[in-house]
């Protein structure tokens, strides 16, 4: 019920312009083909993420045994962001990362 809670938000908008703009075409084909690439993009992750489970689980056990320092330093960087934020720095910090490396301009 949780997951159904977190998930519709982000779905609802998404399936209900795919639905609208399925109904609104000149041929039921056309609108088939919308909801099935639909259903493809929100299934093959999930196909995936359940093929690759096992492997996954191995890796999650190595990572528990440093998990209490990863979320220390994870914590640690929320804190250091949220500060900068009320501060008005994170600007600052985001120009001073373009300026030393110039690769991050290339992302997005």
């Known amino acids: 019920m949780a997951f159904a809670f977190g998930w519709s938000p982000c ?3 998404i ?3 795919i ?3 399925g109904a ?3 041929t039921v084909g056309k609108g088939a083909a919308l909801l099935a690439t639909y259903s ?3 299934g093959v992750p999930f196909v995936i993420a359940a093929a690759f489970t096992d492997g996954l689980l191995a890796k ?3 990572i528990g045994r440093v998990g209490r320092g990863l979320r220390l330093f994870t914590g640690g960087v929320m804190i250091l962001m949220g500060g900068a934020m009320l501060t008005g720095q994170l ?3 985001s120009y001073w990362l373009l300026e030393t490396f110039p690769l991050l ?4």
């Open 91 to 93: 600007s600052a910090f």
């Open 60 to 62: 999650l056990k190595t």
């Open 40 to 42: 493809l993009g929100l």
């Open 15 to 17: 399936l209900g312009t």
């Open 11 to 13: 779905i609802g908008p």
């Open 24 to 26: 609104a075409s000149a």
């Open 105 to 108: 301009s290339t992302i997005g």
């Open 19 to 21: 639905l609208t703009v």
